[in-house]
């Protein structure tokens, strides 16, 4: 127990030096969030305010309740897109109530241990999934980019070189925070004629409430919201894990995702409370979080503390950011973002492992919708592996001097994807007696034994006198129980194997 305090403890604190990173860290990811968050709330029909005090809540619980330190969670486009039809036909208060329900499921998610799903999916997915992201990320940034004056460019090109230029001088500050506050501050001076944060739409003024979402607890109410709040749990632990594992190997440190799970769970839970939509990791922050020196717990609360104060204090003044100095910011998060060495993996990497990054890049850029890129990725992993342990397999013949006796010796896996070839390797020709020896052979479900069945039934149908030996305890065990040609035992020569 002491053990556990003292790690937490190091989440938030190590030494003044990483404590003035944290913070400053914390404060350039406030900034990234706000247009961000105006977006997602402008996607999902409701209030940019119901964006922003998510954004809020959901960074400063989860700063307390993840597993997953230096990441960055808020409200993200991943849910917002999903609750479109509710807010639509219902309103904003289901959207509360829903994101509640959310984060129940994704407690309870915790709970069962559903995060141990996250061993399924593969590197190449997750590589996929990266370059998507990045591809994205820099997608999202043309609007800014398209029907503009000069200076919109001219300010994008300074922000970059601010950024990838001044750590070469000093890295005492964060170079995008660095970049902002420039910008800014030239914007304003000369009154340049571009974008703003203002623009993207008004901010709220004063702090957020406590309230219960203002539904009837009937029936009804969740036949409405259930659907809703599954696939949002869905989305957003997939997301989460997925960009967790992703700050995992950036830092090159491990996380629990199971409290991931419900510290999710709990920090939806909040944000709903206070007026907030449902969110989940962040990629993009996560990167500018981590780059700008943010590692522990403390970088993400103070994203959230932050971005309230601006809300609440600062709120003119923070409409008066000029929108290209955000773009240049999330422009280097793309570049960060993606996996540039995945392209000459291309040629290096297994065609398969290459035909699953791509699938899961195509999937999620044309679709926009992550978990289908990520699906499309597994399941065309999981395919990929079928075919190769179908592979892992082979039948030899020997027949005996005098002619009386086959021996058929099986080797690999048998399951679903092998049992055509397996049946195949066996011809009656009118056998006296057959040995089957399946001492290298491992049989793993009801197909590899339906198929075990019927190649009995067909010898002794042609006169054969089977006998089957070297059944492992596994095979042995799945055999006795489903099969129907006989019943093993220690007369069919089980060995431990």
């Known amino acids: 127990m002491i053990h556990s305090l003292d790690s937490y403890r190091r989440q938030w604190f190590t030494d003044a030096g990483s404590a003035r990173r944290e913070l400053m860290a914390g404060i350039v990811v406030a900034l990234a969030l706000i247009p961000e968050a105006i977006g997602f709330s402008i996607i999902a029909g409701v209030d940019p305010r119901v964006g922003l005090y998510a954004s809020v809540a959901i960074a400063m619980v989860i700063a307390f309740t993840g597993g997953r330190s230096g990441m960055i969670s808020a409200a993200t486009a991943a849910v917002a897109v999903l609750v479109i039809p509710l807010v639509r036909d219902h309103g904003v208060e289901y959207l509360f109530a829903a ?53 919109t460019y001219a300010m994008v090109a300074a922000g970059l ?7 070469r001088l000093t890295k005492a500050v964060p170079s995008p925070l660095v970049a902002i506050l420039v910008l800014s501050a030239v914007s304003i001076g ?8 203002g623009d993207m739409g008004k901010l709220p003024e004063g702090l957020p409430s406590l309230a219960l979402p203002n539904v009837p607890l009937t029936l009804d109410t969740l036949r409405i919201i259930l659907p809703y709040s599954l696939t949002m749990a869905a989305v957003g632990l997939l997301e989460s894990l997925l960009t967790a594992q992703i700050v995992d190997d950036m830092t090159d ?13 709990s920090a939806n839970i909040v944000a709903a409370f206070f007026g907030g939509m449902g969110g989940c990791a962040m990629i993009g922050q996560s990167v500018i979080n981590v780059t700008s020196g943010g590692r522990g717990r403390l970088s993400t609360f103070v994203a959230g503390a932050f971005l309230l104060f601006l809300l609440a204090v600062l709120g003119p003044f923070v409409g008066r950011v000029p929108m290209p100095a955000l773009v240049a910011v999330m422009i280097m998060v793309s570049i960060g973002t993606f996996s540039w060495n995945s392209i000459a993996n291309l040629r290096r ?18 679709t926009h919708d992550l978990s289908l890129g990520v699906l499309a990725g597994v399941l065309l992993s999981g395919i990929f592996f079928a075919g190769k342990v179908r592979r892992m397999f082979a039948v030899t013949r020997e027949v005996s001097p005098d002619g009386a006796r086959t021996t058929y010796a099986v080797t690999g896996q048998i399951f679903f994807a092998s049992v055509d070839r397996f049946t195949r390797a066996f011809q009656p020709e009118g056998l006296a007696a057959v040995t089957i020896d399946v001492s290298a052979a491992h049989f793993w479900d009801i197909s590899a034994v339906g198929a075990l069945d019927k190649i009995v039934a067909r010898l002794r149908r042609d006169g054969a006198e089977v006998e089957i030996i070297g059944y492992n305890r596994a095979s042995a065990d799945i055999v006795d129980r489903f099969a129907l040609h006989d019943k093993t035992g220690v007369e069919l020569g089980i060995v431990p194997h």
């Open 190 to 197: 000369l009154g340049l004629p571009v974008h703003t944060v």
């Open 99 to 151: 994101t509640i329900l959310m984060g129940l499921i994704q407690i309870a998610a915790g709970l069962l241990r559903l995060d141990l799903l996250m061993q399924f999916v593969s590197r190449s997915v997750i590589t996929g999934f990266v370059n998507a992201l990045a591809i994205l990320i820099f997608l999202a940034q043309l609007p800014q980019l398209t029907g503009v004056g000069w200076q």
């Open 161 to 167: 070189a601010i950024i990838y230029l001044l750590p």
């Open 253 to 265: 440190t491990d996380s629990d995702k199971r409290r991931e799970c419900a510290g999710q769970g």
């Open 349 to 366: 990497h297994p065609p398969t492992s290459s035909v699953v990054m791509l699938t899961t890049v195509v999937v999620v850029v044309a």
